[in-house]
């Protein structure tokens, strides 16, 4: 009795709730996710060209994981004759763009321009992202916190309480209620879609976006190999992996399969 007690409850809510607190949480969160990728947009430098050495070290590492991702699709002669002139230059670090520098330690990304750069970057998306929420945290906290703004159509478990009723401090209220400050988390998460739809799939506006492009700066850069890593290791790393690789083909006994299908 309880439960159903509990699954029927409801509150008698002012209707102006929804247009008043609601939606201006929602468009103002779509808005300034707009904002800050143009923000982003304009803040991130310029590409610059890499010099034909650096684009050579990248592109070689490169072909050996398409070569031993790809290794099914060629003969195993093909597949040797490629693997030993890949481990030999990765040994011999023919590909490097400073084979002088082979034995030394990486250079400091505290005094590598590279790395400083890149540091600034994140630096310029971090405060693009924290800033704007920052803001947007006070004037909720300022002029909606405590209301209840909507009930979601579904039942859910009370692991959920904390999450969908922030701001909110009853105990007895249905799980499904949501408040203005839960829902303004929601937004902040949930609104990968739509910025997809007005930005497109590569777009600084999401939180998610924001976040998988800190967890991986050089990806984002173009650049494979960030500060403080060592290409030569990265080579004789990808050598040994090419060397222990058991190759096979799909092509081998075609013939008898065919023949065995058609049997």
């Avoid at 509150?11 to 607190?21: M, S």
Wanted: glycine share 6%; hydrophobic share 45%; with cysteine.
């Amino acid at each position: 009795m309880a439960q159903e007690a509990m699954s029927e409850q409801s509150i008698h809510r002012d209707p102006a709730l929804f247009y008043w607190i609601l939606i201006p949480i929602t468009v103002v969160m779509i808005l300034t996710g707009i904002l800050r990728h143009y923000i982003t947009v304009l803040l991130s430098p310029k590409p610059k060209p890499q010099p034909l050495p650096a684009l050579r070290e990248q592109r070689s590492l490169l072909r050996g994981t398409y070569l031993r991702n790809n290794s099914p699709a060629i003969t195993t002669t093909s597949f040797t004759s490629r693997r030993n002139y890949m481990v030999n230059a990765y040994k011999n670090g023919a590909f490097l763009k400073n084979p002088e520098s082979r034995g030394q330690p990486p250079a400091n990304p505290m005094t590598d321009p590279a790395g400083m750069e890149q540091m600034m970057g994140m630096m310029k998306g971090n405060m693009a992202m924290m800033v704007p929420q920052s803001l947007i945290m006070g004037w909720i906290n300022a002029f909606f916190s405590g209301f209840v703004v909507m009930k979601l159509p579904f039942p859910l478990t009370i692991r959920f309480k904390s999450m969908l009723q922030s701001g909110v401090a009853t105990r007895d209220l249905d799980v499904r209620w949501v408040s203005s400050l839960s829902w303004y988390f929601l937004c902040l998460f949930g609104l990968q879609s739509v910025f997809i739809f007005l930005l497109g799939n590569d777009n600084a506006a999401s939180q998610m976006s924001q976040q998988m492009a800190q967890m991986n700066p050089g990806a984002q850069a173009g650049n494979m190999f960030g500060p403080g890593q060592d290409p030569d290791k990265m080579f004789k790393a990808e050598a040994e992996n090419l060397e222990v690789l058991d190759h096979w083909c799909v092509l081998e006994g075609v013939e008898d399969r065919l023949l065995t299908s058609m049997a």
